[in-house]
Each structure stands twice: as structure tokens, then as C-alpha cells.
């Protein structure tokens, strides 16, 4: 186990260098920082000088040298922008952009299980048709246009809901959050359904697919014939084994609700890391875009070890695959 997890952490490193080298190659063409740092009438000679004291003379292998060597210390540089470190800018947004995800994860699998098996369970009665036409709604509609109609509805028109903004929070030391305060929890359910429902979607498709399957095998047919009960056998037995592709989805859709948490972001203008990409890519800040790409991949790969260790705790044939690998 031990040898798996370092190659896995090694492949890790590696992803994390070629993603980190994609990203500094690319912002190269986005445009001159320098143009974002000093007004239009700056003369030439201030413009080099300037030019000259962020590196960006130097040769190419230079700057993204000196940028991974900051990079591993939690170093990115200054904001053109903000004219703040970028790690602290990331520090004060991450808390909303996480606790958005939390919820959004947290809605998807618990109403995506839950639908998936009763539909599974019931797949001929009105309630599982009705479910898999709401499915079909949160996979053909784009994520802006649902979050849109959330506001439209639960906003606008019923006034129930905030529709931007992420509320009343509470400073825990470095920390801020909006799980202590009423508003905090109503500002969080509109942008949670909206950025968790086309996950939940997947997961509950994935789920009836996998349990149906799973019905129909030889060893649920001889737990049934052994007398077994059968919330034993839909619960005990056959959801259990529909876990395996089920953690990969669930996994892989985490990391992509903090990655794409930017539409979502940027309809509700929720303070968190997805809307300070969209204003630096609007002003061409390359280290805060490089440095949320390089945040973002650290969490995608951290997923991914997550859930490879996970399935060894689920399958155990795969755990012994992996003691004979070893």
C-alpha cells in the first residue's frame, strides 16, 4: 500500500509541473501585464524599468523557474490588480468558494443516492418517472440559465431567498464563515442547488443504472432464496456494490464543482475564488489566474488519491491487486 501511494504521489508531482508549465505558457499570450500596472500616457523608459523589476526580461525557462520555486513555498506573487500578495487574496475567498462546494457536493450525493435507488427500487411508478424527467431538466440546462430562473423565482417573485451575496459570516481566525449565521444559510441555497444540480443529475443516473444492474446478478438472487430481508439485500448488498463507480463520479464531480465554480460564482457575484478569476482574467492579473490553475489541479489530484485509496476500502479484490502490485 505504502509503494502505491508514493507512485501515485509522484504521478501527482508530475501533473502538478505539467500543469504549472501549461498555464505560464499560455498567460505568456494574454496579453502585457504592464499595461494593467501604469496609465496610458507612462513613458517607454518607466514602462522597461518596470518590465525589468517583475523578471519579465528574463528568459522563459528563467520565470517559470523561479516561478515553481515560489510556487512550492505558497508563494505566487503580487496581484497587478489588487496590488496584494495573490496568496493572501486566495486565503480571504477560499472559505466561500469551499463551503459553496461542501453544500453543492453534500446536496448532490445525498439527493442523487437517494433518487437513484428509488427509481431503481420503483422504476415503474409515477415518483421514479417524475424523477428522471427532473434529471433530464439538470443535464440540458446550461448552469447559468438554472441559477437565473432560482433567482427569478425564489427571489424576484417570492422574495424568499437573497439572490447574491454570501450574507452574514463569522471570522474563525483566519477562517470566515456563513454555517453560524441565519443569512449565511439562506444565501447558500440557491447557488448550492444551482452549482450541485447537474451533478446530482449524473450521480442519480449513475446509481439506477449501477442498482438495476446489480439486481439482476446470481448472488442477489441466492440472498433472496437464502431468506435474506429485503432492505438486507437493496441496502445490505446491491447499493453497496454500486459504490465503486459511484465514489469515481462523486470524486471526480468535486473537484469539478470547485473548478467550474465560476459561473455560479459570477451569478450570484458569491465572494469566492471562481469570481476573482473572472475579474483577473478581465484584467489580465496572469499570477492570479496561474495560481488558481495550479490550485485547482492540486485539488483535482488530491481527489483522485483520495479516491484510488478509497477504492481499496470498498472492493477488496482491489486492495489485494494492489498488495500483489506492491
Known sequence: MLAFILRRLL????????????????????????????????PYAERLQIRQSLGLDDPVLVQFARYAGNAVRGQFGNSYQFRQPVSTLLAERMPATLELALCATLFAL??????????????????????????????????????ILLIFLFSVTLGWLPSYGRGDTVRLGWWTTGFLTASGWRALILPSITLGLFQMTLIMRLVRAEMLEVLRTDYIRFARARGLTTRSIHFGHALKNTLVPVITVAGLQLGSIIAFSIITETVFQWPGMGLLFVQAVQNVDVPIMAAYLLLVALIFVTINLVVDLLYTIVDPRLRLSVRRAA
Open 11 to 42: 504521478q501527482s508531482v508530475g501533473v502538478l509541473l505539467a500543469v504549472g508549465l501549461i498555464a505560464f505558457a499560455m498567460f505568456r499570450f494574454a496579453g502585457d501585464p504592464v499595461n494593467q500596472l501604469v496609465a496610458p500616457d507612462t
Open 110 to 147: 445525498t439527493a442523487g443516492i437517494l433518487m437513484g435507488v428509488y427509481s431503481a427500487l420503483r422504476r415503474d411508478s409515477v415518483g421514479a418517472k417524475l424523477v428522471q424527467a427532473i434529471s433530464l431538466v439538470g443535464v440540458s440546462l446550461p448552469t447559468f440559465l438554472i441559477g
